[in-house]
């Protein structure tokens, strides 16, 4: 199986006509089911190439390319990013391994989309004076989200992939909660908790959209502080818009996300529901359960006890927050309340009439509140980086011995 970066470059070579790798370097995927890598050619071109470790990898290669055909080149410019074009294969032992057209910029850290969120790298050429200043990267994403859930249903559906609505959106998580819960392995107060969750069909109103279905940092490229593509696509469906807003949880500031919905407020067809985040939380929080019962499927002891252990430290977290929901913050410490209550005593006694200032659903007007709430930072998304057999990435080199270096 081809799997080392020097047996990568080899592969772009046999796929992409022309193609005469001198370098290598390190392509961010999900280490537990592809080898990835940069390889760069003779004429400075860059190619990132696939190769899967697994049949089932292998039919999600297989589907990106027939999502990648269905976004034509109309479709292409609707859309405020780039995506990925295959520009060939190679089948061995069953398996087919995919080179792309290398796109500009580079992934990032949460810790880094929030830095140059607040702190953008300069663009490479200076803008015309009129030029409209560049967006926020939270904006610009937020941006690229509306525009991509406002694509029609029919884009999904002519290319024959999956299509569900709200109800089967929540009846489908339900069936992997059962999953999930038959490996006796999770905390019992987590799975009350997300059954709850489950059960509130309140939560479970909305209208479906087109979704990238795996959107992380990982399938995020920025460049010089412009959102440049979204890669992945191996997931594309109809179904919850909240799960491409899960991965947002990670961050520690929850300002962030606000900006993201914001903008995609103004961006998309039509407005955000108003339990989206509610549930972007859950999925994030049930991605662990993901993660472990993919572990015990395939017999990978270390994605188990890793799962176990950010399971643990998450019901660890939610008892002290004293949450009663994703999504939902828990109530202050009785300091923190007794405090609050005499402030308002104190207020209550001066000569300024107070103002009510929460909309219809009894929320905070002031701009200090997000709606539906931002519980801690738990810092417990599995890291698309690991899994067994280590990093993903390879500084090897390839037919030239060098290494390319990052952009």
């Known amino acids: 199986m081809r799997t080392t970066p020097e047996l990568l470059a080899a592969v772009a070579a046999a796929a992409v006509p022309g193609v005469a790798p001198v ?36 039919m999600r290669l297989e589907t990106e390319h027939l999502v990648l055909q269905a976004f034509t080149p109309s479709v292409r410019s609707r859309l405020p990013f780039h995506l990925p074009t295959v520009a060939g294969s190679v089948a061995q032992d069953g398996l087919r391994t995919f080179v792309y057209s290398h796109l500009p910029g ?30 926020p990267l939270a904006v610009q994403l937020g941006r690229s989200l509306g525009c991509l859930h406002s694509l029609p249903r029919a884009l999904v559906m002519d290319a024959d992939l999956p299509a569900y609505s709200a109800e089967q959106c929540r009846k489908r998580m339900l069936h992997d909660l059962d999953q999930a819960a038959t490996t006796g392995l999770i905390p019992g107060d987590l799975l009350r908790r997300w059954e709850e969750a489950l059960e509130d069909t309140t939560l479970w109103q909305f209208s479906t959209r087109v979704v990238h279905g795996d959107l992380h940092e990982d399938n995020i490229t920025v460049d010089h502080g412009s959102l440049a593509s979204f890669t992945g696509w191996s997931d594309l469906h109809v179904g919850d818009p909240a799960v491409d807003f899960s991965w947002l949880v990670g961050m520690s500031d929850p300002a962030f996300a606000d900006t993201v919905i914001e903008a995609y407020s103004v961006a998309a067809v039509q407005p955000p529901d108003r339990h989206l985040l509610r549930r972007a939380h859950l999925k994030a929080e049930f991605a662990l359960a993901e993660w472990l019962v993919r572990g015990v499927d395939r017999g990978i002891t270390s994605m188990v006890d890793n799962a176990q252990r950010m399971l643990t ?6 008892r002290a927050s004293a949450s009663p929901s994703p999504g939902v913050a828990g109530p202050p410490p009785a300091s923190t309340a007794s405090a609050a209550a005499s402030g308002a005593d104190r207020a209550g006694d001066s000569d300024v009439d107070s ?14 509140s997000a709606p539906d709430g931002h ?8 890291d698309h980086h690991s899994g067994e057999g280590g990093s993903s990435t390879g500084g090897s080199s390839a037919a030239s011995g060098s290494v390319m270096p990052t952009s």
């Open 106 to 135: 580079h992934t990032l850290s949460l810790r880094e989309f929030q830095r140059q969120n607040e702190h953008p790298e300069p663009p490479v050429h200076t803008p015309s004076p009129s030029a409209t200043p560049r967006a």
């Open 23 to 58: 370098a290598t370097g390190p392509s961010p995927d999900d280490a537990a089911d592809f080898r990835s890598c940069v390889v760069q050619d003779s004429e400075g071109r860059r190619w990132r190439v696939r190769s899967p470790l697994n049949t089932e990898a292998s």
């Open 313 to 318: 430290t998450l019901a660890a977290d939610v």
């Open 375 to 382: 519980p801690s930072d738990y810092g417990l998304s599995p």
């Open 355 to 368: 103002v009510d200032r929460t909309d219809s659903d009894g929320r905070a007007l002031d701009g200090d």
